[in-house]
């Protein structure tokens, strides 16, 4: 996901994506371990939508500690 789209979510829906997106995670980490995983450039794209919402979730509480 682009951080536009991630800006547009609300609060909770962006903790249930971060959610989802660990989950993701951890299936394609277990897929990988066992030779399943078709795809390891997967895992990168996974861990980079991560610090996109834990980089927007950080900016929003910055933003009301500020106001």
Same mark, same amino acid.
């Given at each position: 996901?682009?951080?536009k789209e991630l800006r547009e979510l609300s609060d909770a829906d962006l903790q249930q994506k971060l959610?989802?997106?660990r989950q993701?995670?951890?299936n394609? /980490?277990?897929q990988s371990v066992t030779?399943?995983?078709e795809n390891p450039a997967r895992i990168t794209h996974v861990? /980079?939508?991560i610090a996109r919402i834990i980089t927007i979730r950080v900016e929003r509480q910055a933003a009301l500690e500020r106001h």
């Open positions: 996901m682009k951080a959610i989802d997106t993701e995670l951890f394609l /980490r277990f030779g399943a995983l861990k /980079r939508d």
